[in-house]
């Protein structure tokens, strides 16, 4: 689990997510847990994959983000661990991301958890689809990159 600034222990990325989408903003929102949750948070035990959020009611919602139950918990104090999840943000921003994603065709997809001090929280990115050639371009830019650092290592070892 990387360290991220002020405080911030990063418990899980979704990678996958950069390679899907071109990121446009983001936005960093408190998650509403319960006991077992945030435990299991803390253990490291949690997938973002195929996670998104949806704005529904004026009230922002993350759907599909796995939480493994806490073994140390009961049976009846465990969670659902792919339960729809209230995400905490400030009314103006909600009523933003819903224009753009309404207008625009953006969706909304969580891009890391993370604890900062006692809290988890989420971030948000407003993301654009990517085509397939799109990714295309992005791994040859990825390779070429690769390719130059190794050529400069090879040259700095002469």
């Known amino acids: 689990m990387a360290r991220g600034n002020n405080n911030q222990r990063v418990v ?3 990678r996958k997510a950069r390679h899907d989408y071109f990121i446009e903003d983001s936005y960093e929102a408190g998650i509403v847990l ?15 994959r195929g996670g998104y959020v949806r704005i529904v009611n004026g009230e922002a919602w993350l759907y599909d983000v796995h939480i493994a139950p806490y073994e140390q918990s009961g049976i009846y104090y465990n969670h659902e661990p792919t339960r ?9 921003e909600i009523s ?13 997809v969580p891009l890391r958890l993370y604890l900062q001090g006692r809290r988890a929280k989420v971030e948000v990115g407003l993301a654009r689809g990517k085509k397939l050639y ?15 650092e190794r050529a400069l290592k090879e040259r700095s070892r002469r």
Request: aromatic share 2%; charged share 40%; no cysteine.
């Open 12 to 14: 899980a990325d979704n």
């Open 96 to 108: 933003r991301i819903a224009g753009q994603v309404d207008r625009q065709g953006y969706t909304l």
């Open 134 to 148: 799109d990714k295309r371009e992005d791994l040859a830019r990825r390779e070429a990159h690769r390719e130059v």
């Open 84 to 92: 729809p999840r209230k995400l905490l943000l400030h009314r103006r």
């Open 34 to 48: 319960t006991g077992s949750e945030i435990k299991s948070i803390r253990a490291g035990q949690v997938n973002l």
